[in-house]
């Protein structure tokens, strides 16, 4: 009688490579939000993010087929951060029209309110274009980006559509005037202070006019899109 065989005692786990450790992706999205910030939107490219992630060149296609969809991962962190920023300043409720948010009064207080709060929120928008503006400058160039995908869409069209009800509610809006329309005068305010930001942040802004501070020409820019403050 043969002595029974003692069962084959199992295999260790094989230990996860880097490529294929959990919470890659976000690592991933992780070390392109520290490369932009730090090096800029030319530094983005797969091999170097996956070098700094420390796992092999083609780990990041397993979770973004494309580089534009890696790009667009990183540029939703930089809208979902502005968003916050611009919540916080607004008092936490970005002027959308929500319960308590005072900016939905259509008297001539609620405009003036609306107005103030557009100021607040071209700061905050000049304030992180300034500091983040590898970000900054990843988040609006819709050539690198995937926009229909992971979101984006989600987070930076919510954006727009605070500066949209704030310019409804900061001035009156005859009959008459279709090609004055809200998203128009948004529009043009948004590409306004876009300009602004890009040429104080390059000192031209500085130079050609003499000013030491953003906050006359924000005013201004303001004003000039939305008319003269009433009462003054």
């Given at each position: 009688?043969?002595?029974?065989?003692?069962?084959?005692?199992?295999?260790?786990?094989?230990?996860?490579?880097?490529?294929?450790?959990?919470?890659?992706?976000a690592?991933?999205?992780?070390?392109?939000?520290?490369?932009?910030?730090r090096?800029?939107?030319?530094?983005?490219?797969?091999?170097?993010i996956?070098?700094?992630?420390?796992v092999?060149?083609g780990?990041?296609?397993?979770?973004?087929?494309?580089?534009?969809?890696?790009?667009?991962?990183?540029?939703?962190?930089?809208?979902?951060?502005?968003?916050?920023?611009?919540?916080?300043?607004?008092?936490?409720?970005?002027?959308?029209?929500?319960?308590?948010?005072s900016?939905q009064?259509?008297?001539?207080?609620?405009?003036?309110?609306?107005?103030?709060?557009?100021?607040?929120?071209?700061r905050?928008?000049?304030?992180?274009a300034?500091?983040?503006?590898?970000?900054y400058?990843?988040?609006?160039?819709?050539?690198?980006?995937?926009?229909?995908?992971?979101?984006?869409?989600d987070?930076s069209?919510?954006?727009?559509?605070?500066?949209?009800g704030?310019?409804?509610?900061?001035?009156?809006?005859?009959?008459?005037?279709?090609?004055?329309?809200?998203e128009?005068?948004?529009g043009?305010?948004?590409?306004?202070?876009?300009?602004?930001?890009?040429l104080?942040?390059?000192?031209?802004?500085?130079?050609?006019?003499?000013a030491?501070?953003?906050e006359?020409?924000?005013?201004?820019?303001?004003?000039?899109?939305?008319?003269?403050?009433?009462?003054?």
């Amino acid at each position: 009688m043969h002595a029974s065989t003692p069962p084959t005692p199992p295999e260790p786990p094989t230990p996860l490579s880097g490529d294929q450790e959990p919470g890659l992706r976000a690592r991933l999205v992780d070390v392109g939000v520290d490369l932009v910030t730090r090096e800029g939107v030319q530094a983005l490219s797969l091999r170097e993010i996956a070098r700094r992630a420390g796992v092999s060149h083609g780990a990041p296609r397993r979770y973004f087929p494309t580089h534009l969809s890696l790009l667009s991962a990183i540029a939703r962190r930089g809208f979902a951060d502005l968003g916050a920023r611009t919540t916080e300043a607004l008092g936490g409720h970005g002027g959308d029209g929500s319960p308590g948010d005072s900016s939905q009064d259509s008297s001539t207080d609620g405009r003036a309110a609306a107005r103030a709060q557009l100021r607040t929120l071209a700061r905050v928008y000049l304030d992180f274009a300034l500091s983040h503006r590898g970000m900054y400058e990843l988040m609006f160039r819709h050539d690198l980006l995937e926009s229909n995908q992971l979101g984006l869409r989600d987070t930076s069209l919510p954006l727009f559509g605070v500066l949209v009800g704030l310019v409804t509610r900061a001035r009156t809006w005859p009959e008459g005037e279709p090609d004055r329309t809200p998203e128009l005068v948004a529009g043009a305010l948004w590409s306004t202070l876009h300009g602004i930001a890009q040429l104080w942040g390059w000192g031209s802004l500085q130079l050609a006019t003499g000013a030491a501070d953003v906050e006359p020409l924000l005013r201004a820019a303001v004003d000039a899109h939305l008319g003269p403050e009433e009462g003054r």
